[in-house]
C-alpha cells in the first residue's frame, strides 16, 4: 500500500510530491542558518542530505505515514518550500503539521496559504481527527501561521530540543477536526 502524495492547487501555490531536481533548492533552503534558526536540528551541511530528504519523502508514502509537499510559486514557478504531514496514526487519526519556506517568500501569507489546502486535503482523505504542530517558543511567525488556522496552543514543552547546545521551549498546538469543520479553515 502507499499513501499518494497529493498535487493541490490554491490561488497562488502549487502543492506537489518532491522530484530529484529539487535537490538544489532543498538544500539551499534546509542549510540556510536564519531559515533554520528555530529548527529542532543544525542546518545541512552536505548535499546529501536533500537526496535522504528525498528518499523520506517516497518512504512516506509507502509506508503511509505521511505526505511531503513542495510548494511552488504558480506565477513563476519558483520553489518556494515545504509543507509536510507526518506520523499519521490511523487507529488515533491524528498526524502531525510542518513547513518551512524560503526567506525571501516570508510575510505573504504563504504558509498559511499552503497549510490551509494541505489541511483540507488531510482532513477529508486520512479522516483525521486531531493535527498537532510544535514550535519553538521564539518562532513568533509560525505560532502565528497556526493561530490563523484555528490550532489553540496546548501547553509549553520546557527544554524540549537541544541544537548546537542552545536549548530550547516549545509550544505544542492542537487543531481537533469539529473545530475545522466549524471554522472551514477560515478564520483569518
Ligand atoms: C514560519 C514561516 C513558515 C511563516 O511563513 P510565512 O509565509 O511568512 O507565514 P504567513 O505569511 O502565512 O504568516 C506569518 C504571520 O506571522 C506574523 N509574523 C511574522 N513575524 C512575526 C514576529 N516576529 N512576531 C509576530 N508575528 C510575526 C506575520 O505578520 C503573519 O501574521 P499576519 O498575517 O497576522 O500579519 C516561515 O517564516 C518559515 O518557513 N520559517 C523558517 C522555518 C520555520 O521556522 N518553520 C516552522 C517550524 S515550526
Redesign the pocket.
Known sequence: MTLPTPILHTERLLLRPFADADADDLFALQSNAE??R??DSPPWTERAQAARFLDGCQRMADEETGARVALARKSDGEFL?WCTFNGWNPDFRSASL????AQS?????????AARVLLDWAFDNLNLNRVQ????TR????A??LE?LGFVREGTLREDCIVNGDVSDSWIYGLLRRDWIQSAGRC?
Open positions: 531559515v533554520l528555530y529548527w518550500g510542518g513547513y518551512c519556506l517568500a516570508w510575510g505573504s501569507g504563504y504558509a498559511t496559504e504542530s510544535e514550535t519553538d518562532n513568533m511567525a509560525s502565528r501561521v490563523k483569518t
